[in-house]
Nanobody, 115 residues
Framework: QGQLVESGGGLVQPGGSLRLSCTAS????????MGWYRQAPGKQRELVAS???????KYADSVKDRFSITRDNAKNTVYLQMNSLKPEDTAVYYC?????????WGQGTQVTVSL
């Protein structure tokens, strides 16, 4: 069974930066699309960014030009670099690994953007 372990959340002031990490085990890393989702209180979970095994990326319009998703295939780790953070980026961020019917989630990490 796949397992995803996230780290890197925390409290940051508006305009600041954070980097989230997610390390996978128990999956064939290269075939999975890795994604970061977030869920704010009272809102649905939404896709923030995703990256294929070949390195193709997608971003939500709200984070384009501020966030960057990358993956280190040697470490089975995906990163989300978040810059110019805004209060509306406050949410629990979840790592996801998806391939056909296989779908794994991390436990989530809280990101709070506030003065």
């Amino acid at each position: 069974q796949g397992q995803l372990v996230e780290s890197g959340g925390g409290l940051v002031q508006p305009g600041g930066s954070l980097r989230l990490s997610c390390t996978a085990s128990g999956i064939i890393w290269r075939i999975y699309v890795m994604g970061w989702y977030r869920q704010a209180p009272g809102k649905q979970r939404e896709l923030v960014a995703s990256i294929t095994g070949g390195g193709s990326t997608k971003y939500a319009d709200s984070v384009k030009d501020r966030f960057s998703i990358t993956r280190d295939n040697a470490k089975n780790t995906v990163y989300l670099q978040m810059n110019s953070l805004k209060p509306e980026d406050t949410a629990v961020y979840y790592c996801n690994a998806a391939y056909r019917i296989n779908d794994f989630w991390g436990q989530g990490t809280q990101v709070t953007v506030s003065l």
